[in-house]
């Protein structure tokens, strides 16, 4: 492994073991609890050290396109591809291949993407430079629209997961009321954004980022219960599994702008399930 695969399995592992809540336990039990984990990262890690470093040498897209091909995972995409000029997408969030499959399908070199402030993703040099880091202070949220705001006005590309956290994944939720969580207040602030630089809005729907077999396992419905979401993938690339076939369905926003901020708010939402429904 190399350093930076080194470093970022211990990263994984770390974040795992905080998503059990043990962020303060003793020293000695976090360490404990990190190995098993740490083995689950070692793929996870070179192939994402792999993926930085190809950022660089074959640009953005294409990059994402071979690392879901190292991980095992199809992609089909469908619908509008991304304009050219200022663009931005509003995408579901659920988890695994989702910011891969997007950087792939939308073919943006200049992809800007609204991203949780996590050490994992900023010990990753060249992918970190197409990361917007959305800090937990008010401050730091609002550079972070900042930024955005200024990548539309030069016309590039925006991508954002207006719900912030990790939804459900439509191949495995039957209800779809329940696929999109409420949205955070920066979304009102981005569409002004891209109003203000005259920049293309576009709804971007993703499924099936989770292996079915994988799901299935006992220590997956045990972590999942405690609200760890990345095991499923990890279990994914371990096991070799070649089940998952990532969807993507992108499409425009269409006149939701022009309504009223709490009428544009549910016309965008109901585009985006659709897209979903449609990926």
Avoid at 45 to 71: M, Y
């Amino acid at each position: 492994m190399t350093p930076l695969s080194q470093r970022l399995a211990l990263l994984s592992a770390d974040e795992m073991v905080s998503a059990l809540g043990m962020r303060r336990a003793p020293r000695p039990l976090r360490r404990g609890l990190t190995v098993p984990f740490l083995a689950l990262s070692r793929r996870l890690s070179q192939v994402l050290s792999q993926l930085d470093d190809a950022v660089d040498r074959v640009g953005l897209p294409a990059a994402a396109r071979k690392a879901l091909e190292d991980f095992g995972v199809g992609l089909r995409v469908s619908g509008e591809p991304s304009p050219n000029g200022g663009c931005l997408v509003l995408a579901n969030h659920p988890g695994a291949y989702d910011a891969l499959a997007l950087m792939s399908a939308l073919g943006r070199e200049d992809l800007l993407i609204l991203a949780a402030d996590r050490a994992f993703l900023r010990a990753l040099p060249s992918l970190s430079r197409h990361l917007v880091f959305v800090g937990a202070s008010a401050t730091e949220r609002a550079l972070a629209l900042r930024r955005a705001a200024t990548c539309l006005r030069r016309g590039g590309a925006v991508l954002h997961f207006p719900a912030g956290k990790i939804e459900p994944d439509a191949d495995f939720e039957v209800n779809r009321s329940r696929l999109l969580e409420p949205w955070r207040p920066g979304v009102a602030a981005l569409l002004a954004a891209a109003e203000r630089s005259s920049a293309s809005v576009l709804v971007a729907g993703v499924r099936g980022v989770h292996s079915p077999r994988a799901k299935r396992f006992l220590l997956n419905r045990l972590a999942e219960r405690q609200g760890i979401t990345t095991l499923s993938p990890l279990l994914q690339i371990v096991g070799k599994l070649r089940d998952v076939v990532t969807r993507v369905h992108v499409g425009p926003a269409g006149d939701a702008r022009r309504c009223s901020k709490d009428a544009e708010h549910a016309a965008l939402r109901e585009r985006l399930r659709t897209a979903i429904a449609r990926a």
